[in-house]
């Protein structure tokens, strides 16, 4: 009988870690969810079992809470760790930025020194495009490109984790981690059963979309018209969250096969741009209404255009996306009807 292999996914009742276990259900191992519903609902757990027709592990807590954490480590035997658990609203951490720190920083902390002590050796960590800042030359960008200024608190958090992981493998610890830097991860599972539950009103664009779309706001603001791109708006490399989740598998997969201790970074998307006002066309043909927008000014912070080299992400994990844009903003678009008419 071949063994229950049980990987922790913190934070795993939140966007990207909800399609992640669906995904890591989907390939055979056996999940537990350590989530304290800071930033999530506990619908998202029912629509996780519901979609993979079993009851989920979950398991309430903090991780910054080193003793409650610590328990779910002599619950389980753990091959492999996936720690989403962080807080990702890049405003807020600007109003709040020791929550930010603390609940970044202690957490992927805590996360660390229990896998150690554990002796748990692979782990991928929720890296972010925003360590990259504003792209110098390129807007196309790899894994080697420079760090940039981060715009904000939240953006730090992630520097200073990616930094954090160096010096510890550095040090000499027995542990391969994957930094996962995902563009912008959109869309929802395709049976609209978990999708993004944004708590409050949205910054991203897409959710703004479509909560616009099914009236909840008036207009969408679009923030500026002229940058120095073909249509005037900024461009990003939106990434369907079903391919960010199947990427963590790869990358589990993958850490189970290694043998030695290091650290690799791998960009996450699509290596395509594609601008707001592309969005919001594509966002009218799938859903066939006239979405209600407006120029605005700009946002400050925002990057004027970036997307991703993933060629490492192809060599090392063979992954790539499989779904376009259009299929995220399909989906993106059904969940949001699923939550409006229940
Ligand atoms: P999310 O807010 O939907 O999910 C995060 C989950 O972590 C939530 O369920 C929240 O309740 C939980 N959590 C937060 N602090 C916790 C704590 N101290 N203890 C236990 N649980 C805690 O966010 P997401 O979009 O799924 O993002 C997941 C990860 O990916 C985050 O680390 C985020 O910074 C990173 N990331 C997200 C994006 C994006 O655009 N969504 C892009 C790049 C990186
Ligand atoms: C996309 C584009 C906006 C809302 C965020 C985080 C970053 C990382 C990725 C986590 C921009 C425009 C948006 C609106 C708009 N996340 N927009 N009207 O800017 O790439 O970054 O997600 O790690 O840290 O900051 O994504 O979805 O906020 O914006 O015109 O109401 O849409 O100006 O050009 P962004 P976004």
Known sequence: MSQTKHILVTGGAGYIGSHTVIELINAGYSPVIADNFRNSHKSAISGISEIAQQEIILRELDVCDLDSFDKVFNEFSFVGIIHFAALKAVGESVERPLDYYRNNVLGLLNCIELAEKHKVRNIVFSSSCTVYGEPKGEKIVNEKTEMGVANAPYGYTKQIGEQMINDVIQSGA??????????????????????????????????????????????????????????????????????????H?????????????????????????????????????????????????????????????????????NWSNERTVKDAVQDAWNWELKLKNG
């Open 174 to 247: 027995d542990l391969r981690i994957l930094n996962l830097r995902y563009f912008n991860p959109v869309g929802a599972h395709p049976s609209s059963k978990i999708g993004e539950l944004p708590i409050g009103k949205p910054s991203n664009l897409l959710p703004f979309v479509t909560q616009t779309g099914v009236g909840i706001h008036d207009a969408l603001k679009v923030f500026g018209n002229d940058y120095n791109t073909a249509d005037g708006t900024c461009i990003r490399d939106y990434v369907h969250v079903m391919d960010v989740a199947s990427a």
């Open 249 to 317: 598998v790869k990358g589990i997969e993958w850490l189970e096969k290694q043998s030695n201790s290091f650290v690799e970074i791998l960009n996450i998307g699509t290596g395509k741009g594609t601008s707001v006002l592309e969005i919001i066309h594509t966002f009218e043909e799938v859903s066939g209404k006239k979405l209600n927008w407006e120029f605005a000014e700009r946002r400050e912070g925002d990057i004027e255009e970036i997307y991703a080299d993933v060629s490492k992400a192809k060599k090392l994990l």
